[in-house]
């Protein structure tokens, strides 16, 4: 964990806004069953930068996350990565294609160390046991707590522990696309600060971040673009810095 505190204020700057598109969903709808939850979503993140898509309960957001995912098809418009359709294809590609999500709910093995949890993520890329090593440094860097307390089993950690290595797990597949849903959920508002600072510099060593959040101040406060997700259909999107400045988005999201 960092110690730096972000001046949530101060825009993030876009300096990738022509870097190549990663991912790029095209007016998607999606249904669970007949009933239709996405309307015409239109989401692209591209390299590097860190995207949000804030909405409340039920918006849509992790239905979004489980179209990139594959867990659930587009009935109509497209998804695409790194200008492939991945549409279609299972959540087994898509993960060996670089992507990898943290789920809602953490999920972490409780019963489980800390480094098993990591070795975990890692799974997919066993046979590369010196990129894994690399990783596993860049993980222990941004989270020097899952360092040092690796050989803890993983039920025992905090609450913002938890989450840091169910981020630390995710990037263990080493994904150039890691989705986020709701790393606030459950966290103190000091620690989620500190925490998506950290995710901030997970983008800085060259990954693509997209955050799905109902805190919308955190998760605007580091991203380069946000998007706002309202039954199902993109209400509002832009750069974050002005999206944290709209007085919509201040008087619904920000309690402003
Ligand atoms: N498996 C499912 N089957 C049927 N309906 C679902 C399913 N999952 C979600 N829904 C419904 O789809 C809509 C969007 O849900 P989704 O989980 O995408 O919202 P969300 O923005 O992630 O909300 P939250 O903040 O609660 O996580 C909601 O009305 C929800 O009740
Ligand atoms: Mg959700």
Known sequence: MTQAVLDLARPVAAPTGDAPMVLDIRAADAFYGKAQVLF??????????????????????????????????????????????????????????????????????????????????????????????????????????????????????????QQMLAIGRGLMSNPSLLLLDEPSMGISPKLTTEMFADIRRIAETGRTVLIVEQNAYAALGISDHGYVLENGAVALEGPAARLMHDDYVRQTYLGA
């Open 40 to 161: 015409g979503v239109s989401v692209s993140v591209r390299r590097g930068q860190v995207v949000s898509l804030i909405g409340a309960n039920g918006a849509g957001k992790s239905t979004t996350l489980n179209l990139v995912m594959g867990r659930l098809r587009p009935a109509t418009g497209s998804v695409e990565l790194d200008g492939r359709s991945i549409a279609g294809l299972s959540t087994e590609s898509i993960i060996a294609a670089g992507v990898a999500c943290v789920p809602q709910r953490r999920r972490i093995f409780s019963t489980l160390t800390v480094l098993e949890n990591l070795e975990v993520g890692a799974y997919v890329r066993r046979k590369d046991r010196a990129g894994v090593a690399r990783t596993l440094e860049e993980v222990c860097a941004l989270f020097p707590v899952l360092a040092k307390k690796a050989h803890m089993m993983g039920g025992v950690l905090s609450g913002g522990e």
